[in-house]
Each structure stands twice: as structure tokens, then as C-alpha cells.
T-cell receptor
Framework: DAKTTQPTSMDCAEGRAANLPCNHS???????VYWYRQIHSQGPQYIIH???NNETNEMASLIITEDRKSSTLILPHATLRDTAVYYC??????????????FGKGTRLHILP | EAGVVQSPRYKIIEKKQPVAFWCNPI?????LYWYLQNLGQGPELLIR????????DSQLPKDRFSAERLKGVDSTLKIQPAELGDSAVYLC????????????FGPGTRLTVL
């Protein structure tokens, strides 16, 4: 089973910030939070990841709570092309050969014109 | 830089027929993954290779599925014989294999078994 809980779907107006929540209350100290998204008929695309600190890149920002039990992915200015399924994943470093990525069902984000 | 290449993109076969999918990872990526994605679900790992070694094939149904990565570069996933329930998208991903192991996915092969 996935180690994360996400809302099934969300809507966001174009040009607004899209805030996608994720609960991972059983996360371990050595587990990272990853976000991927999957646009229709494409393979998943890496967005961002973090361990403890907030992270930002050209695509999004990742806010991780101090207790690390939840996080929020922020798309600062959503466009229609951001319509996709967003997956929140927790995993240990690849150095643990027993680790598996478990995607879950993700959040279906609709950007409304 | 070319991304992960998969072929074919679409395949339609009758049940009990064999089928094969091919994946060419990003150049220099040592780790290669095959995933299965059913409609409305997230991808599920079938097998992971580190170079030519299958380090995790615990989710691969070995009675009908097989995979190989003979030279540690491209890979083939085979189903023989295919069943109706095998209809799904088969995704290939690769990664450098470093500590954070970001995976890059191909577009997938959509299999329909009639």
C-alpha cells in the first residue's frame, strides 16, 4: 500500500497557485518526499523532492511540515498544461536495495480556464 | 538529450499470443525499471535492474512474464501467453542510480489483449 494519502481530485483557476496536499504520517527519518505528475497519455514526470527543508525549483515548491507528517506541493502560477495526476511518494535512498516506489492513485488536478 | 525510448507505443493482440516491449534508457543510466499501470491507478513496479542484474523482480509474475537486459543498456519485457487482464500501459523508467535516484519515464506501451 502507498504510504501517502492525497485528495482524489482538485480544481484550480488558471493563473492561481495550486496547492496540493499530501499526508505521510508514518514517514521515517530517512525517507524522502517525492512528487511526480502524469499528464494524459504520457509517462510520469519528476517534479521535486525533499527530506526536511522546503525546496524550490523551476517547476514548483515543496513545503514539508516540521514534523514531516505532511507536505504541500505548490505550483505558483497554474496553467492549463498543469492539468495532470500528481503523485506524492515517500521513499528511502536508493542505497536501500529493498526500497520500492509506491505511487498510489494521486490527485487529479484540473486547471480551469 | 534523448529521453527514455519505448516501442511500440501501442499493441493489440489476441489472448494467448506472445508480446514483447522494448526500452532504451537515457544514456549513462545504470538503473532501469519496468512498471505496469492499470487504468485509473498509479504505476506498479514489475522489475528493477542495476546494470544487467535484476535486483528486484518480486512483483513480476514469472509464470508468464520475463525480462532481460543483457548488456546493461536496453531491455525487453515479454509476456507469453498474454491474458485479457494484461491489458494495461507498460512503462519503462531509468535513473542514474545515485542517492536521490530521480526516475525518468518513457511514454509507455499501451497493450490491449482481445
Amino acid at each position: 500500500d502507498a504510504k501517502t494519502t492525497q485528495p482524489t481530485s482538485m480544481d484550480c483557476a488558471e493563473g492561481r497557485a495550486a496547492n496540493l496536499p499530501c499526508n505521510h504520517s508514518t514517514i521515517s527519518g530517512n525517507e524522502y518526499v517525492y512528487w511526480y505528475r502524469q499528464i494524459h497519455s504520457q509517462g510520469p514526470q519528476y517534479i521535486i523532492h525533499g527530506l526536511k527543508n522546503n525546496e524550490t525549483n523551476e517547476m514548483a515548491s515543496l513545503i514539508i511540515t516540521e514534523d514531516r507528517k505532511s507536505s504541500t506541493l505548490i505550483l505558483p502560477h497554474a496553467t492549463l498544461r498543469d492539468t495532470a495526476v500528481y503523485y506524492c511518494i515517500v521513499r528511502v535512498s536508493i542505497m536501500n536495495r529493498d526500497d520500492k516506489i509506491i505511487f498510489g492513485k494521486g490527485t487529479r488536478l484540473h486547471i480551469l480556464p | 538529450e534523448a529521453g527514455v525510448v519505448q516501442s511500440p507505443r501501442y499493441k493489440i493482440i489476441e489472448k494467448k499470443q506472445p508480446v514483447a516491449f522494448w526500452c532504451n534508457p537515457i544514456s549513462g543510466h545504470n538503473t532501469l525499471y519496468w512498471y505496469l499501470q492499470n487504468l485509473g491507478q498509479g504505476p506498479e513496479l514489475l522489475i528493477r535492474y542495476e546494470n544487467e542484474e535484476a535486483v528486484d523482480d518480486s512483483q513480476l509474475p514469472k509464470d508468464r512474464f520475463s525480462a532481460e537486459r543483457l548488456k546493461g543498456v536496453d531491455s525487453t519485457l515479454k509476456i507469453q501467453p498474454a491474458e485479457l487482464g494484461d491489458s494495461a500501459v507498460y512503462l519503462c523508467a531509468s535513473s542514474w542510480g545515485g542517492t536521490t535516484d530521480t526516475q525518468y519515464f518513457g511514454p509507455g506501451t499501451r497493450l490491449t489483449v482481445l
